[in-house]
């Protein structure tokens, strides 16, 4: 009769509840776990690695690495950062291998960006290319703090740097942003005059 009571038409709001239910082998809770933060993994694997199979993969072995180590989670601590910096150290980890074995489609892809670009590609477009381009430290720390909307202390715990460093980071990717867009004509220098706070 416990399962039910935690039937999936119940949303579970409290994470200190959720990962009771997981450590308890509850199924349910699994998949509610799985369901709540899929889209932030995801999309932070995808962001650092560039390429949907490997974001996948990645993301399947967070949640295994994830639910082996759920019971030395803190309680005290958010779970969503804690999760991410699982995230960010397998991608890490993947980059690495990635950099030993250079694949042969690496060399297609750099063909194919080279073709000329339509001229109506829209600013979100050029924002993801621009993106692209910068530092992985860089882009890393720009995606948690304005898609996954981590504080600067969160980030910091993520990442496993000091407060600081993302704080330069931050500012860094902002201005580089800024150039590359203005290089490209996207946006005029004058809406992105930054200043480091």
Same mark, same amino acid.
């Given at each position: 009769?416990?399962?039910?009571?935690?039937?999936?038409?119940?949303?579970? +709001?409290?994470?200190?509840?959720?990962? $009771?239910? !997981?450590?308890?082998?509850?199924?349910?809770?699994?998949?509610?776990?799985? $369901?709540?933060? *899929?889209?932030?993994?995801?999309?932070? !694997?995808?962001?650092?690695?560039? /390429?949907? $199979?490997? =974001?996948?993969?990645?993301? *399947?072995?967070?949640?295994?690495?994830?639910? /082996?180590?759920?019971?030395?989670?803190?309680?005290?601590?958010?779970?969503?950062?804690?999760?991410?910096?699982? @995230?960010?150290?397998?991608?890490?980890?993947?980059?690495?291998?990635?950099?030993?074995?250079?694949?042969?489609? &690496?060399?297609?892809?750099?063909? @194919?960006?080279?073709?000329?670009?339509? =001229?109506?590609?829209?600013?979100?477009?050029? %924002?993801?290319? @621009?993106?692209?381009?910068?530092?992985?430290?860089?882009?890393? !720390?720009?995606?948690?703090?304005?898609? &996954? $909307?981590?504080?600067?202390? &969160?980030?910091?715990? +993520?990442?496993? !740097?000091?407060?600081?460093? #993302?704080?330069?980071?931050?500012?860094?990717?902002?201005?580089?942003? @800024? &150039?590359?867009?203005?290089?490209?004509?996207? #946006?005029?220098?004058?809406?992105?005059? %930054? *200043?480091?706070?």
């Amino acid at each position: 009769m416990g399962i039910t009571r935690y039937s999936r038409g119940l949303p579970v +709001t409290d994470d200190a509840k959720l990962v $009771e239910r !997981c450590l308890a082998g509850d199924e349910a809770g699994l998949r509610v776990f799985v $369901e709540r933060f *899929q889209g932030p993994v995801f999309g932070l !694997c995808l962001r650092m690695l560039g /390429r949907r $199979e490997d =974001a996948e993969d990645v993301s *399947q072995e967070v949640f295994l690495r994830t639910f /082996r180590s759920l019971h030395t989670w803190d309680s005290a601590r958010p779970l969503k950062p804690w999760l991410l910096t699982i @995230a960010a150290n397998r991608c890490r980890t993947a980059l690495e291998r990635r950099s030993r074995q250079p694949s042969p489609t &690496e060399y297609v892809e750099t063909i @194919a960006d080279g073709s000329p670009e339509p =001229a109506n590609r829209d600013l979100a477009e050029e %924002l993801e290319r @621009a993106l692209g381009e910068l530092r992985e430290d860089y882009r890393t !720390c720009f995606e948690l703090f304005y898609r &996954e $909307e981590l504080s600067v202390t &969160e980030i910091s715990s +993520t990442l496993d !740097c000091p407060e600081g460093t #993302v704080k330069t980071w931050l500012y860094r990717a902002r201005r580089e942003l @800024a &150039e590359l867009l203005r290089r490209r004509g996207v #946006v005029p220098y004058a809406q992105y005059e %930054l *200043q480091e706070s």
